[in-house]
């Protein structure tokens, strides 16, 4: 495989993100996020002799973080965190509850990040869950709080748990360009014609 990078990119601003909900046909566009970070777990596998390490081996071990701030629009978060708008009948009208057990639903996240020159990157999260968030009111503060989610990031049917590209690395024509990132992205489409997911089947 490829390097993705020859020079260097460093991830100055996030743009743009765009978030799928299991179950929605279209991603919702959010105008950038206050931050973003990510985090990879890792499985460190140690030979020894006689007490003594003379080996280590470290593989991804398929799961991640990725932990966003950003202005969500209502519905949307709703949905995300798993929040019910009547509860079935249960509530009266117009009252939104956050059930003490509910299945949070997967999400797809799709991200355009730009370096200090203005050149963008974009990234995809085939396979996300909320895991937790927090809010906050400052009562007539300088800036509206941001809501911070944590996802926790798990492999797609391709054995993938993150995709990036730089903009002018990718194709000009075709089902994903870097002018429908942000709108089409999916894992299927991402795939080169004639390769194998996970499960060994052939794509294409």
Excluded: C
């Amino acid at each position: 495989m490829d390097q993705i990078f020859e020079g260097v990119f460093s991830e100055y601003t996030v743009k743009n993100v765009a978030l799928k909900p299991a179950g929605a046909e279209s991603y919702t566009n959010i105008d950038g996020a206050g931050s973003a970070s990510e985090e990879y777990e890792r499985k460190v596998i140690t030979k020894a002799k006689s007490n003594v390490v003379v080996k280590k081996i470290a593989r991804s071990a398929g799961s991640g973080t990725l932990t966003m701030s950003l202005h969500v629009p209502m519905a949307l978060y709703n949905t995300m965190q798993g929040m019910l708008k009547g509860a079935a009948g249960s509530v009266i009208s117009g009252v939104s509850v956050l059930p003490g057990r509910v299945q949070i639903p997967h999400v797809e996240i799709a991200m355009e990040i730009e370096d200090e020159d203005g050149d963008k990157k974009f990234k995809y999260f085939p396979d996300a869950v909320s895991s937790s968030f927090s809010r906050s009111v400052s009562s007539e503060g300088d800036t509206v709080a941001e809501v911070e989610m944590q996802f926790n990031l798990s492999v797609d049917a391709y054995d993938q748990i993150m995709y990036e590209a730089l903009a002018d690395e990718l194709p000009t024509t075709g089902d994903i360009t870097a002018d429908t990132w942000m709108t089409s992205v999916s894992s299927e489409l991402l795939q080169a014609e004639g390769a194998t997911g996970a499960t060994g089947e052939t794509e294409g």
